[in-house]
Structures are given as structure tokens and as C-alpha cells.
């Protein structure tokens, strides 16, 4: 593996490889007036201070690809607030340089290039030419429109200094704009596609927009806007025009900066003890950028067992106590009523409702599956990657249908997926050592691989659910057993033996009682039930891998199960949170 593949794609410096970017990207206009600059210089400034203030967790990124105009402005500024800026090139270097007017704008081009953490070109292919435009037009507005798409699918935030107006040039502000709202530009969606994201509301549509004149005639922004104004800007229907962060935006980035704050506070544990899918590729020749995914992949995956371990640790002492709780409400109605019964049965409870509230305040349980569930969708992008699996449509990438359907709010993981498949998504890489890695670690047999996994799992469930129905018959042959002791002894039993009888019966039903109160807080049922269908889709997918005649064939199926996949993780994230302990169920249960 090479020197530059050895860093992580994201990596400002050691001590801060562990904080979750937050990505800026630029998007405005070249002809900036030259009065309007230090204004909007000024106003970029207050902006990127106040997010780094804001959200001190994160590591902010500037994605700038530093062409005349805002671009280089925004970068500018970044590199000295001493933020990290990463420079992707619409195309090889010396063309685009043929693009700037001045000497100056190429010396600066070059100066901010020595301060970037990284300058990558996107792909110089092109499509065949639409109708609508002509070949000339085509092959030079293309490479801006390309771009465009890029930035916006990988950034949070798309900063456009724009006269607000709208335009049919291709790869310009507006249609960049555009695109970031509603997944369509002219030229690079076809008229045809659909898109779950041209009718959902969610993260991927913020723009903070500052407005800007032109150095041209007709140079004044548009009627409804006042050159130097701001705003956020989303496709909210009520107000998509604000002063201040939407509400929704700003729960995703509070997600994500809480992810942030347990990767850099437990660096140390993750990097000692993390599971990374890179472990066996060192013969596979695998895409640039592909650690940045593994990166997080790990980063997730020790944090969701970390908080997994917290919410069954939570689970089984609430069970506990409410168990107990229960039996010192027998004790005290079928063997003695000594006040000492109820003392002990609120003090469980007491017990109970504090470990419930410290696990709430803590986040433990939601943490839990929402880093699970992370670390799975970033499990499927790392293969898909490492494959160089593409569904055909290279604008969707691994995060624009994962958690599409759910809440708003699941939007944060989206947003790690986009920054961490930035560099890997720039090119799709198809490599026969690639695909064979991924056959071997992602799929696997019944003993390695995500088949091996499954079958494992399916094993184990079964294991403890066939456990609570033991139980369930042992309470249930005890109570009859004592029934029948009672009608056939009845009479001749002294009140101590009875009221002993009588807690064991009761004892063993509520024993059994939790227990199955806990199979239904942790889905023990359903999780069988999963764990039998995605045994049943990697059992499959390995057999028509077999029987596949190409490569292309091949990765097609990798697509379809790793869609499969992420759409059993959604489901896996909605039951699981659906079924949190409250302090009513532990009060129900105990008594």
C-alpha cells in the first residue's frame, strides 16, 4: 500500500483524525465586484468562526476547487482562520489554469494549492452530448457541472455567493444550487430519473447564501434580494429563507458533533481496539480514499459496542430490579406484611428509575443504534467501494437512500457516510483484486464473512429464545404442580407452608414474566427472525455470485445485496427504538 494511501483521506494532524469533519463546500460566481469583495470577505469570515465556535467537536473542511472569484476568496479565508482545505479539479490542472484571466488568480491558485491537505482532479470522461446542448458548450460547461454534483453530495453546508438569479448555464451557481435543493440539473439528471430527495426535506439541502453583484451589465442581484444580504436557505415550504440555522439542521449537526466528541474522548481505547476491514487487502488493489471509510467504519463500529454493552448492562439491572421489586411485593402480600417489604420494594424501584434516567441522560441506548447502524451503512459503502460496484447513476451515491423514509433526525449518519466516501466516491475504481476482496471479506462462506456472521448469530438467538420458552414451562409446571398441591392437601397445609407455596407459584410467574419483558425490550423474537432473512439473502447472493458469468454480473449482485442490506438496517434502527424502557414498564412490571 502506498505512502499517500497509508494516511487517512481526512486528516488534518494526529491529534484531530479522530473529530468528524464538517465540510463546507463553495459554489459562486467569478465576477465579483470589486467594491462587494471585502464585505463578503468579511461576512465568509463571521461565517466559518461562528460554525468552528459552534460546533467545537468537529473539524471544519473547506471544499474549494479554487477557481477565480468566490472560490478562491472562501479558501483564502480558510487557510488563514488555519482551516483545512481540500481542492478537487474539474479538470487536469494546466487546462483548467487556461480558464483564469490574470496572472494573479493563477499565482494565488498555486499558493493555496501548497496550503490544501489534498488536490485531486474529478474524472475527465464525458457522457455522450444531450440534445439540448451543443458539443462546444458541452465540453466545456460539462467538467463545472460535474463539480457542481460533487460538491454538493459531499459537503453539509454549500456556501454560494450568488446574485440569486436564476440561469440555464450549465455547472453555474444556479444550477448548482438547484441541484443541492432538488437533485436535478439540466445535462447531468436526465428529464427521465426520479429521486427520493427531489420530494423529501432533509439534510442535504443546506445552502448559506450570501448575495453578491456581478462585474458585467445587468450586474445587480436579484429584485427580492440586496447585494451583501445573507441567509440560510432550504427548501423548508414555510420559510425556506433564515437568519438563523434551521432547527432541523442544527439536531443533525448537535448528532453529529456528540459522535465527534466519543470518537475524540475514547481515541485512545478505538485505535487499541479497533476491528478494520483493511486487515486482509494488502494484495487487493483498493480505490483512493477507501481508509477514510474504514476509518470511520472502526470508529463506529467500537463506539456502537461500547454503548451496546451500557444499554444491555441497563437492561439486565432494570429487569433485575424489577424482578426484585416484584418478589418483596409477594413477601410482603403472601408471606408476611412487614413494612420492611415495601421499603425494600420502593428502594428497587428507586434503584431501577435512577440507572433508567442515567442511561437516558446519556444517550446510551440511542447512541447505540444509531452508531450501529452507521457502522453497517459504512460497511456497505466500503465494499461497494472496494468492489467498484456503481449503480449506473453517478450522482447517487452509498448515502442518498440510506434512512431516506425515516426521521429527519437520522440524517446525521448520512452525513458521515458523505464525508467519508468523499475521496473514493470522486472515481469509481473497478479492480479485479478488488472484487475478490470483497467476495472473500463482505460475503464470505459459513466460516468467514458477513455469512458466516449471520449463520453465527441465527445460531445464538435461537439459543436464547429457546431459553425463555424453558422458562415459561417451568413457571408454568410449577404453578400447576402447586395447584394441585393445594387441592389435594389443601386443608392439611399450615398457613407457613401455603404462603410459601404461594411465593414459589408467584415467584416463578414473575420470574418468567420478566424474562419475556426482557426478550421483547431486546426483539428477541424479531432479531431471529432478521438474522434468518439476511442469512437467507448472503446464502443466496453467494450462490448466484457462483453461477455468475462477469465481473459486471458480479458486482450487480453486490449492489442488490448491499441495498438489501442497508434497507434491513433501517428496519433493524426503527424496532429497536421503538422498544426503550420507560419507568412505567419497570413500575408495571414490579408490581
Known sequence: MSQARSQHTIAASATDEFALPLVVAVTGHRDLLDSEIEAIRARVRTFLEELRNRYPANRLVVLSPLAEGADLLVAEVAVELAIELIVPLPKPRQIYLQGFRSEAAKQRFASLCTSASQVFELPSSKPPVPEEFSASDWERDYPYAQLGAYLSAHCHILIAIWDGKPSHHIGGTAQVVKFHHDDVMPGITSKTATSQQMLVDDESDLVFHIVCSRDREDSEPH??????????????????????????????????????????????????????????????????????VDHFFYIADFLAIFYQRKTVRTLLITHVLAFLMGLMFIFYSDLESMRIFLLAFLGFFAAALLTNVLAKRGGWQRKYLD????????????????????????????????????????????????????????????????????????????????????????????????????????????????????????????????????????GALLGFAVREAYAYATAEK??????????????????????AGDDAEKRQILLALGQSALNEHSDWLLMHRERSLDEGEIWRMGS
Not at 526 to 539: A, D, N, P, R, W
Open 526 to 547: 424479531e432479531l431471529i427472525k432478521q438474522y434468518e432473512y439476511m442469512l437467507g439473502i448472503y446464502s443466496n447472493a453467494q450462490r448466484r455470485l457462483a453461477e
Open 223 to 292: 429584485a427580492d434580494f440586496t447585494a451583501l444580504d445573507w441567509f440560510w436557505y432550504t427548501k423548508d415550504e414555510e420559510c425556506p429563507r433564515s437568519k438563523e440555522l434551521p432547527a432541523q439542521h442544527e439536531l443533525i449537526f448537535r448528532r453529529s458533533a456528540e459522535f465527534s466528541e466519543d470518537a475524540t474522548r475514547m481515541a485512545e481505547e478505538i485505535d487499541a481496539g479497533k476491528y478494520s476491514l483493511l486487515e486482509d487487502s494488502q494484495h487487493a488493489d483498493l480505490p483512493e480514499g477507501i481508509e477514510n
Open 371 to 506: 452508531y450501529r447502524t452507521l457502522a453497517e451503512g459504512l460497511r456497505v459503502q466500503f465494499y461497494w467501494a472496494a468492489a467498484g460496484a456503481s449503480a449506473g447513476n453517478k450522482w447517487k451515491f452509498t448515502h442518498d437512500s440510506f434512512l431516506q423514509s425515516q426521521d429527519p433526525e437520522f440524517g446525521w449518519i448520512r452525513n458521515v457516510m458523505r464525508v467519508a466516501g468523499f475521496r473514493c466516491d470522486a472515481e469509481n475504481k473497478q479492480s479485479r483484486s478488488g472484487l475478490d476482496f470483497t467476495l472473500q471479506q463482505w460475503v464470505g462462506n459459513f466460516s468467514e464473512g458477513q455469512l458466516s456472521y449471520f449463520q453465527r448469530k441465527t445460531r445464538d438467538r435461537i439459543k436464547k429464545s429457546k431459553l425463555t420458552r424453558l422458562l415459561g414451562i417451568i413457571s408454568l409446571v410449577t404453578s400447576i404442580v402447586i395447584v394441585f398441591v393445594f387441592l389435594i392437601f389443601g386443608p392439611s397445609l399450615s398457613d407457613l407452608v401455603s404462603n410459601v407455596l404461594m411465593v414459589i407459584m408467584a
